[in-house]
């Protein structure tokens, strides 16, 4: 298991990570709260270990901050505390801590809290997997790709950086469905799927947002990068025909972009635009890939500046 450890005495810092290393975890030891929360915005850790008192950002702060954030994967949080009273125990669950290890600790209490943690996760991961991914596909579902892409605009306006919104349509679905039946249509969004989510960067997603639609986010793509993410994904899915149970099927996609850079955009604003966006695509011809026309707007613009 991937272990993030935020501990500003060195010797406990170092005693941590040694002990974690030995029962076979993986382990990145940070010396203070600010640092940890950097590393945890740039990596995904089922596990935080953090102090409680830290300098600038202490462990219940640091544990408010991460669970105000967008996330695909639970982060089991354990404070390290010399604290007695129940107040701060209560105050680091209200922070959102699952655990707590008094200092100094033991291995034998150690081992214990990370079997708990993993019992935990284990649970997490399948209720979250069952409420968040679409059944057939495997990719998030509706309402988990929307939320997740309205969190990406609120940060990437704190930030001032763009994200991106795709709306990908398989062309002529219908047909498909009509002619080989839906058995073969299922076969079809399946492997359509896994081909866009195979040519996404790490740090994007992609949802089922509807029959044959699919809803993708890019966070810190401007339009260029995402009119370049587009053609992939077009390409991916263009290249060769799907060997589905009914013989080799040729697919195409099309797909409507839109883009907001950091100016508190609506999600539902957002994918408007994409779609509108996917129509001008679908009526160009299909299997193409087309900007809104706002973001075409503000390129002009930005290249006659």
Wanted: glycine share 10%; aromatic share 6%; with cysteine.
């Amino acid at each position: 298991m991937k272990v993030l450890i935020a501990e500003d005495d060195t010797t406990s810092r170092l005693l941590f990570a040694a002990t974690l290393r030995k029962l076979g975890h993986t382990v990145t030891a940070i010396e203070d709260g600010r640092k940890a929360w950097e590393a945890w915005q740039k990596d995904e850790y089922p596990l935080l270990i953090s102090d409680w008192m830290m300098p600038d950002i202490d462990g219940p702060q640091l544990c408010r901050m991460i669970r105000s954030e967008a996330g695909l994967q639970y982060t089991y949080i354990i404070l390290l505390t010399a604290l007695g009273s129940k107040g701060s125990y209560l105050e680091g669950m209200d922070a959102g801590a699952d655990d707590f290890i008094t200092k100094p600790f033991d291995e034998e209490q150690l081992v214990a809290r990370l079997r708990v943690a993993e019992r935990i996760l284990g649970l997490h991961q399948k209720l979250h997997i069952q409420a968040t991914r679409d059944y057939l596909t495997g990719v998030w579902n509706r309402a988990s790709i929307m939320d997740y892409l309205q969190k990406e605009l609120e940060r990437g306006a704190r930030q001032g950086i763009c994200t991106s919104v795709m709306v990908a349509d398989l062309d002529h679905f219908k047909r498909i469905n009509d002619t080989y039946g839906h058995p073969t249509g299922d076969e079809i969004l399946q492997e359509a799927a896994r081909r866009m989510s195979g040519v996404l960067r790490g740090y994007d997603r992609i949802g089922r947002y509807g029959g044959e639609e699919f809803l993708i986010t890019a966070s810190g793509c401007d339009w260029s990068q995402a009119m370049a993410l587009g053609e992939r994904i077009c390409s991916s899915i263009s290249g060769e025909p799907v060997n589905s149970r009914t013989g080799q099927i040729v697919m195409t996609v099309s797909v409507g972009i839109a883009t907001g850079c950091g100016q508190g955009e609506d999600a539902g604003a957002l994918i408007s635009a994409a779609d509108e966006a996917l129509y001008r695509a679908k009526e160009a011809g299909r299997n193409r890939v087309e900007m809104s026309s706002r973001m075409a707007e503000s390129r002009l613009k930005y290249v006659d500046e």
